[in-house]
């Protein structure tokens, strides 16, 4: 028996000797170190990598044929996505459309006259306005285009000329919604260099876009056809000559600007001052070197002058009746004997036609009354012309 137990023995041996021998060595799988059965595919992703390692010979098969079957599978799925990955297209966009001309060589004198001016505001043209476009023109053009960094053209396209515009355009002053009393005082100042000679109405209309338009033309100004600041200053400066009456402004119905403390006398730049000009017909409140409002003022007929210097507020009443010629004089503010500051309401009436009896008259009867209660016995008042 015991001899037929040790066949048995070596039997068993011999057959698991010979098995190994047949049977491929496992390896480990690529990625995981797993020991993948042998003839299984070791491919990223198989789903039998780390499936049953079955004893029999048919367990063996039937595994490794699913395997194969799957990673088949599994490859063909996973081939499109790598063939469609490429790189993207770069696309070269479109060059930017031609600007259209605006100005030609050919364009009408006033529209040349307007881009001469423009160039020569900018900085580019220093030659005469003449309504010519000749080979200055292009150069100014060409250098234009060069400081503002747009397309070298050499010639007045859109985008240059919208360029130009915006640079050398100036705020509008008095557009169509203004006050009656300010488009008065334009038509007064239109009259005087004799671009209007139509009344006085205070209302804009269209002739004043025209009287603005023949007016910036003549005067080699930008034909923008309103008044903005630009057109202002060279109407006001043809109109009215500093440190004298501005009647347009008094004869609209407006007040008189507030002037800088440079053009009030030197004894008015310290201290709390009334100074009254005789030669610009107003009385200018000053505190401490600062103007703050300015009234027209009418002084004394020949005979009854106003006196000038330097004088002082001695007593002020808020009412009072003249001893002498028995006319009201509201607001009184006295400097000068019987002389004063105060509201006439005949000077409200009848302006400059008439005169005082030697005080200094404020037709506004707000302002006059505002100073009043400002002013405290002891301010200075100062008297020139």
Known sequence: MDRNRTVATVATALAVIALAVTTPAARADDLTGTPTPP????????????GSTGSTAESTSAETTTTTSTTTTTTTTTSPATTTTS??????????????????????????????????????????????????????????????????TGV????????????????????????????????????????????????????????????????????????????WARLRALTYVPGTFDKHRYYAGLRPLVPTLASLDTRCRTGRVMCVDKATRTLTWVVDGKPQTAMWARFGRPGAETREGTFSVSRKYEYVISNLYFTPMPYSMFFSGGQAVHYSSNFARLGYTSASHGCVNIADYAQVKALFFMVRIGDKVVVYH
Not at 163 to 183: D, E, H, K, M, Y
Request: no cysteine; aromatic share 8%.
């Open 39 to 50: 003839g299984t595919s070791t491919s990223t992703g198989s789903t039998g990598s780390t």
């Open 156 to 231: 007045v396209d859109q985008r240059t000329w919208d360029r130009l515009l915006a640079i050398t355009s100036t705020p509008t002053v008095i557009p169509r919604t203004t006050s009656g009393a300010q488009i008065r005082e334009l038509q007064l100042r239109l009259n005087a260099v004799g671009r209007w000679p139509y009344a006085m109405t205070g209302v804009y209309w269209s002739a004043i876009d025209r009287s603005i338009l023949a007016f910036q033309q003549a005067g080699n100004l930008p034909q923008s056809g309103v008044v903005d600041s630009r057109t």
């Open 87 to 152: 790189s993207p297209t770069t696309t070269t966009p479109p060059p930017p459309a031609p600007s259209p001309v605006v100005i030609s060589h050919s364009a009408s004198a006033t529209k040349i006259k307007d881009l001469q001016v423009r160039l020569k505001l900018a900085g580019t043209f220093s030659y005469g306005i003449t309504g010519v476009y000749w080979s200055a023109v292009d150069r100014a053009v060409l250098a234009f285009q060069v400081g503002q960094q747009l397309p070298q």
